[in-house]
C-alpha cells in the first residue's frame, strides 16, 4: 500500500467510527422525544426483538413488552400531565459492531398545580447496542435512580475510553 492507501484507509477507519457514534448517539437521544409522543412502536424498534429495557421499577422483555409500557395507562397518564424524558449525551465507545453507552435521563413531571415542572427521577443510565442488518440497535438499556444506592453509579463507572 502507498502513502496515500494507507492515509486514506486510516481517514475511512475514522470516518465510520464517527459515524458509528454518531449514529449511537442519536438512537439513544432518540428515546426522549418517541417516548414522551407516545410512539409505542417506534419506542419498541430501538430495541432488537428480544431487547431488554431493566428499569429499577420494571423488567421489560422484548419489543412487545416495551411497546405496551408507553401503552399502559400509566405511561398515557405521564404523557397525559405533561412530562418529559430527557436524555444527557451519552458517553459512546464503539467496538466494531458492538457499543456501549453511558449516560443519564431526567423524568421531569408537571407539578399538579399546574405551575411548573419537576424532577421525578434522575437516573443512571447503561446501554448495550449492537450493528445488525438494520442498523444499530438496543440490545439492553439498564437504568437505576440515583439515590445513594450503589448500582446506579457502577452503570456509569468504567474508565469511559475514547471509542477504540
Known amino acids: 500500500m502507498t502513502g496515500v492507501e494507507e492515509r486514506l484507509a486510516l481517514l475511512e477507519e475514522r470516518t465510520r467510527r464517527l459515524e ?8 439513544v437521544l432518540s428515546y426522549g422525544p418517541l417516548v414522551d409522543s407516545g410512539s409505542a412502536d417506534a419506542v419498541a424498534a430501538l430495541w432488537e426483538p428480544a431487547g431488554v429495557y431493566d428499569v429499577d421499577e420494571l423488567l ?11 401503552r399502559s395507562d400509566a405511561h398515557q397518564g ?15 465507545t464503539v467496538s466494531g459492531d458492538e457499543a456501549v ?8 413531571v408537571r407539578d399538579r398545580s399546574g405551575d411548573g415542572f ?6 443512571a443510565n447503561h446501554w ?12 439492553t438499556r439498564v437504568n437505576r ?9 457502577e ?3 468504567g474508565d469511559l475510553p475514547a471509542s477504540s
Open 145 to 153: 435512580v440515583l439515590d445513594g444506592r450503589s448500582e446506579s453509579p
Open 128 to 139: 448495550t447496542l449492537r450493528r445488525g442488518p438494520d442498523g444499530w440497535q438496543v440490545v
Open 101 to 108: 453507552a453511558r449516560g443519564y435521563s431526567l423524568m421531569i
Open 20 to 27: 458509528d457514534e454518531l449514529e449511537v448517539t442519536r438512537l
Open 155 to 157: 452503570l456509569l463507572a
Open 78 to 92: 405521564w404523557i397525559a400531565r405533561g412530562c418529559a424524558h430527557v436524555i444527557g449525551a451519552p458517553h459512546v
Open 60 to 70: 421489560m422483555n422484548g419489543r412487545d413488552e416495551i411497546a405496551a409500557m408507553v
Open 118 to 123: 419537576r424532577v421525578r427521577r434522575a437516573t
